[in-house]
């Protein structure tokens, strides 16, 4: 699996889309290229800031996987039973052939962030493999190298 770099063209348009404060996918989402991951994350006394609130909204969208009851299996196929279900979220930042993330975050009026995150090129697509099971760099493309347990592209 490729390590995932952070980009910033795509942090500027989750937070373009966090400022709306809009609780809804953005246009991004429904493009060829890009999955987007949304949460609202209440403001408390331990989750204070945009970091802070990012970060529960990514460990939100990864625990999906120990706590869904629509399994992905051991093939790990993304199907269209898991459409619309919490696993989505999980299998969005687990999509093996998604290199770049970034993401953005805004204090709406409700007193809650709104986080979003993009990844791109766009994975969660029905009938296809998250990832390839196996070990740790068992299969990683030309021109990058393993730095365990990911590949890594210089």
């Known amino acids: 699996m490729v390590q995932l ?3 910033c063209d795509l942090e500027k348009a989750a937070k373009a889309h966090a400022d709306t404060c809009s609780f809804a996918y953005s246009s991004a ?3 060829a290229s890009t999955s987007e ?8 006394s331990t989750v ?3 970091v802070d609130a990012t970060s ?3 460990k939100s969208w990864w625990k999906n996987v120990r706590t869904e009851t629509v399994n992905i299996g051991m093939l790990v196929t993304f199907k269209q039973k898991h459409v619309g279900y919490p696993i989505e979220s999980f299998i969005k930042m687990a999509w093996a052939k998604s290199t770049k993330f970034g993401c ?5 009026s409700n007193n809650n962030f709104f986080v979003v ?3 791109t090129p766009k994975g969660a697509i029905v009938n296809q493999v998250v990832y390839q099971t196996g070990g740790p760099c ?6 990058s190298s393993c730095v365990s347990p990911l590949c890594v592209y210089a």
């Open 5 to 7: 770099k952070y980009d």
């Open 29 to 31: 989402a429904s493009s």
């Open 37 to 44: 991951n949304i949460a609202t994350i209440p403001k408390t």
């Open 48 to 50: 204070v800031n945009r």
């Open 56 to 58: 529960e909204a990514i």
């Open 104 to 108: 953005g975050a805004k204090l709406c």
């Open 117 to 119: 995150c993009q990844y």
């Open 138 to 143: 068992a299969a990683c493309p030309a021109a």
